[in-house]
């Protein structure tokens, strides 16, 4: 069976459940989701800002469903992205050259920050087994509180400890064309390096001996090394370019989406790109459409509060839900084959249940 039709699957279910929810406290369903959907794509602004709020979410779930191709959990998106988007402020608040070349530093930067601290957790698999799952989210609390004592330290603003001081328009990712097609939308320069990653990423993936050594390892590692390959390269190489990822969302998020990097905030797009993988099945475009939906949701629930006091966090409950039918989408293949089995049984001119598969 296709693991797209699981997807939609999961999202109708998520659906249906989010309108029973709005029904259980007294709203119209059918009022709440076109103010949802009108507030991610009313106009070009909101539309814009779709785009924008879903842009780190497809670094993040370019950077888990990479890891987890290898066979790794990747809990460690939002240290990575954090570490990362600290390296590129760094560099755009204290380098001085053309914009090109110091967007290109930025960027190439916060790949190299989030591919070290991806590189730890993996270095720590690779040589003493680890559990990656302890060992990024361990470190996404070091990236956390390294970056709460550097920022005031080196970092600060003029007037608040909290933050660092605002990136010139220089080492910002936003540009005027932007956002007047988009009329004032913050969607910047980073949407295009997240479709760049998306077809990259896809190539390693199918089109290259790297994927295929990095996917037969996730498939059964023993096997792998019995073949040759060499699994603990793999898992160190794995994780450096699954952390990559997770820094150039750091970059487009406090370079592009915001111009300045705060302290005591350890980012949620980190974990939502978990959810993002989920949907998207792992695969690079899946998770590009997956991320925009839920930067659909995302953008669009506080327009829905604000025009029906429909609470947000039912959007949050909506979300939710498709994360728990996505990761058991191994329950809704067996309920379709189910379907599909009994019907067949009692119409022998049935649609062959090989047909969907």
Known sequence: MRVGVISLLAVVFGLIAGAILMLATGHNPLEGYRYLFEGGLKNPERFGNTLAT?????????????????????????????????CATAVGLNLDMPRPLLLLTMIFVGFVGGAIWGFIPGLLKAKFNVHEVVSTIMMNW?????????????LK?????????????????????????????????GFFLSIIAVIVVAFIINRTTLGYELKAVGFNRDASEYA?????????????????LAGLGGVVQYAGNANNIQIGILPSQGFDGIAVALLGVN?????????????LLYSGKGFMNAMTDIPPEIADSIIAIIIYFAATSILIERLVRWFLKRRASHNPNAVNEREVE
């Not at 001081?165 to 007047?180: T, V």
């Open 228 to 244: 040759g390959i060499a699994v603990n390269r793999s898992i160190i190489v794995s994780m450096l370019i699954s952390g990559g």
């Open 142 to 154: 070091i990236a956390y509180w390294t970056i709460y004592y550097a920022v005031p330290a080196y």
């Open 283 to 295: 695969t690079a475009v899946g998770v590009l459409l997956s991320a925009i939906f839920f930067g």
């Open 54 to 86: 879903a842009t780190p979410l497809i670094f993040t779930g370019l950077s888990v469903a990479f890891a987890f191709r290898t066979g790794l959990f990747n809990i460690g998106a939002s240290g990575q992205m954090l570490f990362g988007g600290f």
């Open 157 to 189: 603003g003029p007037s608040l400890e909290t933050e660092s001081r605002l990136l010139p328009k220089e080492a910002s990712l936003r540009e005027p064309f932007l956002s007047n097609l988009f009329d004032g939308s913050y969607v910047n320069l």
